[in-house]
């Protein structure tokens, strides 16, 4: 799978980002990396080669790295979990490197995974959960295209404390709206 975005190539990690995922986790730095990578370097190349494709695999989701097309560099990760097949419906979730926040990364990923998602991925809903303190977050689902629904209360649980987290929705017909306006 690979998805062209503006200046993003959102596609599945492979062993040609052996170099740059094993750098990413000896510099101790995970936000570009989904939550199922390794926790040490030596085990970047199996992560790679097998576990990495795993959910897709089973049917479960997807974990792909956002590179940045014109350096080659992986600025982040996106990935689908929480499948529902039969319902249709999946969540998203991406992290961005520290270093390259604020440069619309996340906000493009967002809406193309989820574009991806309810026309080639079978989905109709895709759902995107940020705690309410992450104005960020709030942010990248709104400009993303993601209409929020609502709040779940006390529904995160993080450092010893409760938040709230907001919910936000991708469906078909929010696609269809979007084309009529332009």
Same mark, same amino acid.
Do not use: C
């Given at each position: ?104 990364? @996340?906000?493009?990923?967002?809406? &193309?995974?989820? $574009?991806? *998602?309810?026309?080639? %991925?079978?989905? +109709?809903?895709?759902? =995107? #959960? @940020?705690?309410?303190?992450?104005? &960020?977050?709030? $942010?990248? *689902?709104?400009?993303? %295209?993601?209409? +929020?629904?609502?709040? =779940? #209360? ?29």
């Amino acid at each position: 799978m690979k998805i062209i975005s503006g200046a993003l190539e959102i596609r599945e990690f492979g062993l040609w980002d052996a170099d740059q995922v094993a750098a990413f986790l000896a510099a101790e730095d995970r936000t570009a990396l989904p939550p199922s990578s390794p926790e040490v370097v030596g085990d970047v190349d199996e992560w790679l080669a097998e576990r990495v494709h795993q959910k897709r695999l089973d049917g479960q989701g997807v974990n792909l790295a956002i590179v940045e097309q014109a350096s080659g560099e992986i600025v982040g990760s996106i990935g689908l979990r929480d499948v529902d097949w039969e319902a249709g419906r999946s969540e998203v979730g991406y992290g961005v490197r520290a270093d390259r926040r604020g440069r619309g990364y @996340a906000t493009e990923a967002a809406g &193309a995974v989820g $574009r991806w *998602a309810l026309t080639s %991925g079978g989905m +109709r809903r895709v759902q =995107l #959960r @940020a705690r309410v303190d992450n104005v &960020a977050s709030l $942010r990248v *689902a709104e400009k993303a %295209g993601f209409q +929020r629904e609502g709040t =779940l #209360r006390m529904a995160d649980w993080d450092d010893g404390e409760a938040h709230d987290l907001a919910v936000f929705s991708m469906i078909a017909t929010d696609l269809e709206t979007a084309q009529v306006a332009r």
